[in-house]
């Protein structure tokens, strides 16, 4: 089944405290990114990724890094996580070579930082 | 850069009303639409997509949107809503440039159908 994945589904963690979102697909797109989700400002994208090796800032890129060594990973990383980072995280892949740029969304992650 | 305006933050309607959100992009260039849905707790889906050709995209379960060039809108439409329909919703817009991948969404509109 083509999918995104994500890991972990929540997580409730301290501030200051290094974490790691992964995320996975099986589609062989090159194309991934990050959004995050908050009430009222719809979703925001915080880095992409246009292939390996490859990536770029979003809107919101502040505080977070990326990285991108396989095709089928992009891995969203919090150094130092603070509590504006709360919020509902989406990672998305798509294909260039469909040409139409439809993005395939991972099931979220929910991050609590206290 | 492009943005992307959803008017209807929230909108409440009886079973077999017919809706229609608005959705207003502010580029000048050409675009690709798009709209999504999310039902409560779980992750976007796609409901529909224009890329070219008919402006009348008809998309899954009875959803159907109109873009109009003109007036930089691409407003989603269904005839009869379902109270299986609660769920929210959101426009987006990506360039056909090489940055095609990169999707603006709208803040969302909230749809709540009653029994």
């Known amino acids: 089944e083509a999918q995104v994945t994500q890991n972990p589904r929540y997580l409730i963690t301290v501030t200051g405290k290094k974490l790691t979102v992964t995320c996975s697909q099986n589609?062989?797109?090159?194309?991934m990114s990050w959004y995050r989700q908050d009430p009222g400002l719809g979703l925001r994208q915080i880095y992409y990724s246009m292939n390996v090796e490859v990536t770029d800032k979003g809107d919101v890129p502040e505080g977070y890094k990326v990285s991108r060594k396989e095709k089928r990973n992009f891995p969203l990383i919090l150094e130092s996580p603070s509590p504006n980072q709360t919020s509902l995280y989406f990672c998305a892949s798509s294909s260039h070579r469909q040409g139409s740029y439809e993005q395939y969304f991972g099931p979220g992650t929910r991050l609590t930082v206290t | 850069a492009q943005s992307v305006s959803q008017h209807n933050h929230h909108v409440i309607l009886s079973e077999a009303a017919s809706l229609e959100l608005g959705c207003n992009y502010s580029?000048?260039?050409?675009?690709?639409l798009f709209w999504y849905v999310q039902y409560p707790g779980q992750h976007l889906q796609l409901l529909l997509k224009?890329?070219?050709?008919?402006?009348l995209v008809k998309g899954i379960k009875g959803f159907e949107a109109e873009f109009i060039k003109s007036k930089f809108s691409f407003n989603l439409r269904k005839p009869s809503v379902q109270w299986s329909d609660t769920a929210e919703y959101f426009c987006?817009?990506?360039?056909?440039?090489?940055?095609?991948?990169?999707?603006?969404f709208g803040t969302g509109t909230q749809l709540k159908v009653e029994l």
């Open positions: 224009y890329f070219s050709g008919d402006p």
């Open positions: 589609m062989n797109h090159e194309y």
């Open positions: 580029y000048g260039g050409t675009v690709n």
């Open positions: 987006a817009v990506s360039l056909t440039t090489g940055g095609g991948n990169k999707l603006t």
